[in-house]
């Protein structure tokens, strides 16, 4: 009769994990009331779900249980710090995890924040604050349609924001995971 003995190395939601016994092979996991379960490690395939939100608590982007996200781990999928953050969590957890807002929709970029005193384009669209335009731009000597935000908006001019909405923004995931696959 052969004993194993634990060591240990580390906590997961206050449970004590075990170290891999001498010659086990990885992928890592934990046993909580008999049950082993998985950890997330780089190029893992991981079903998550999760509620993206600003820090005025609105939420931006919701991923719903029922129709989950699947990503691989280490795929450049997901911002670095939320991909780093799932590293070790277990099916079934959740975690609150913020990033700044170059890892998310970048900085705000005032040059993007412009005056459009085309009068013709004023009649026709009628633009109110709020309304998000399509407009044409040239990029690299190609045309291209830009979206872009209303800002304000009188008979003469219209100032537009061509910086995404989410820009500047730091943004909070609350992740849940569904299922890993190693």
Not at 6 to 35: D, E, K, S, W
Not at 56 to 76: C, H, K, Q, R, Y
Request: glycine residues 8%; negative net charge.
């Amino acid at each position: 009769n052969q004993g194993t003995i634990a060591i240990l190395y580390g906590q997961l939601n206050g449970m004590l994990l075990p170290a891999p016994a001498p010659g086990r092979v990885f992928p890592p996991t934990f046993t909580h009331q008999g049950v082993t379960h998985p950890m997330i490690q780089p190029n893992d395939t991981v079903t998550l779900s999760f509620t993206g939100k600003l820090d005025t608590g609105e939420a931006f982007m919701i991923v719903s249980p029922d129709e989950p996200l699947t990503v691989t781990i280490g795929n450049l999928e997901l911002p670095p710090s939320v991909e780093q953050a799932l590293l070790g969590m277990a099916v079934g957890e959740t975690k609150k995890i913020r990033i700044p807002p170059d890892e998310g929709f970048g900085p705000r970029q005032k040059e993007l924040v412009q005056v459009i005193t085309n009068r013709e384009m004023i009649d026709k669209l009628k633009p109110k604050p709020g309304m998000i335009l399509s407009l044409k731009t040239e990029k690299d000597g190609h045309e291209l349609m830009v979206p872009a935000t209303v800002i304000r908006a009188t008979d003469s001019e219209v100032e537009v924001d061509y910086n995404h909405p989410l820009a500047g923004h730091h943004l909070t995931y609350i992740v849940t995971i569904i299922d890993i696959r190693h």
